[in-house]
Structure formats: structure tokens, C-alpha cells
């Protein structure tokens, strides 16, 4: 989710995967690239600090289809 959050801020949403193709450019992968690294540095910083949820500004991702 932390990841999620902090990609989605470097204007990039995903699902569950990346998909570049053709139709994308230099320019938009190598910004794809430059917000991976910056979210996973983030990620990484708040995995050592040990302070994941209090760097999450809304509630986190929950499954929405459930087995019963």
C-alpha cells in the first residue's frame, strides 16, 4: 500500500504489474523507472524505521472479493 501511494503521487497507477510496451516512450519509462526508485526508497526507509502504517495517509488496501 505504501508503495502503492507513493507511485500513484509520481503519477503512475498499477494493478499487480507493470506492462510497458511500444507505445510507451523514452521519456515515460524512464520516468516509470525514476518513481520506482523513489517509492521503494521510501518503502525501504519506512521498513527499517519500522513505521510502514504511520507513513500511509488513508486506510490500507483491503481485499474487496472474499472467499465465505
Do not use: W, Y
Amino acid at each position: 500500500s505504501l508503495f502503492s501511494q507513493e507511485m500513484v503521487k509520481r503519477g503512475f497507477l498499477f494493478l499487480t504489474g507493470f506492462n510497458i510496451c511500444f507505445a510507451h516512450d523514452d521519456d515515460t519509462i524512464a520516468a516509470a523507472i525514476r518513481a520506482n526508485r523513489e517509492s521503494l526508497g521510501i518503502l525501504a526507509a519506512a521498513l527499517k524505521a519500522g513505521d510502514v502504517e504511520k507513513r500511509l495517509e488513508g486506510p490500507c488496501v483491503e481485499a474487496v472479493f472474499r472467499k465465505s
